[in-house]
């Protein structure tokens, strides 16, 4: 079956744009993640959803990140007037439950210049 | 708040050599404890899992026992091969709440 799909999987922007990532989880799939990851480094949490309802967003950086998954399905990771120190990889990843394993997208590469 | 700890890196061996990377943990409960591997240019994805005490997970002949008394789930292969140099992750998953990830354990495996 379809696994995670994100997109897009490049995205270059100037600085101050805002940009939408968004992420389709595998159907059926309870619980989304978004992480952000360096080179070199592991996944960072960012925030989380069961279903619809955003269940931990601590690792947030700033109030320039915000997330949403309206019908429990889809979601969207927005970037508000972007900075370069935001240029990483972003990966999402869903799971049956919270307990389960998560399968891990392609990932949005960002450059902010 | 849940803790990863990882073996720090990079690792280097030679083909058919053995392989440990330790993981220890800190968690309220009883999460799931995972290893991930990322192979060059690709996104993680699921090597073996183990979701309770003394459980032992298996894939493509490496192996981690998840021990609550020493809380370590350490990862073991008898002979790597060229083809495993990855970067492996150690993580654990909480009955509720996120995931926690390691920083990674770089192996490169020579011929």
């Known amino acids: 079956g379809a696994g995670v799909s994100q997109s897009p999987r490049y995205k270059v922007t100037k600085r101050g744009q805002d940009v939408a990532l968004r992420c389709d989880p595998i159907?059926?799939?309870?619980?989304l993640y978004w992480y952000r990851q360096a080179l070199g480094q592991g996944p960072e949490f960012l925030t989380y959803?069961?279903?619809?309802?955003?269940?931990?967003k601590s690792g947030l950086p700033n109030d320039r990140f915000s997330a949403e998954r309206p019908e429990g399905s889809i979601s969207t990771l927005t970037i508000q007037r972007t900075e370069q120190r935001d240029s990483a990889m972003y990966r999402c990843?869903?799971?049956?439950?919270?307990?389960?394993?998560?399968?891990f997208g392609p990932g949005t590469r960002l450059t902010v210049l | 708040g849940n803790s990863v700890t990882q073996m720090e890196g990079p690792v280097t061996l030679s083909e058919e050599a053995f392989l440990t990377i330790n993981c220890t943990y800190t968690?309220?409960?009883?999460?799931?404890l995972f290893w991930y591997v990322q192979y060059p240019g690709e996104g993680l994805q699921l090597l073996l899992k183990a979701t309770k005490a003394d459980d032992k997970g298996s894939n493509k002949g490496f192996e981690a026992t998840y021990r609550k008394e020493t809380t370590s789930f350490h990862l073991e292969k008898g002979s790597v091969q060229v083809s495993d140099s990855a970067v492996y992750f150690c993580a654990l998953s909480p009955l509720a709440g996120k995931s926690t990830f390691g920083d990674g354990t770089t192996l490169t495996v020579k011929p």
């Open positions: 959803f069961n279903y619809e309802a955003q269940q931990d």
């Open positions: 159907s059926g799939h309870v619980s």
């Open positions: 990843a869903s799971s049956p439950l919270t307990r389960y394993e998560q399968f």
């Open positions: 968690a309220t409960g009883y999460p799931s």
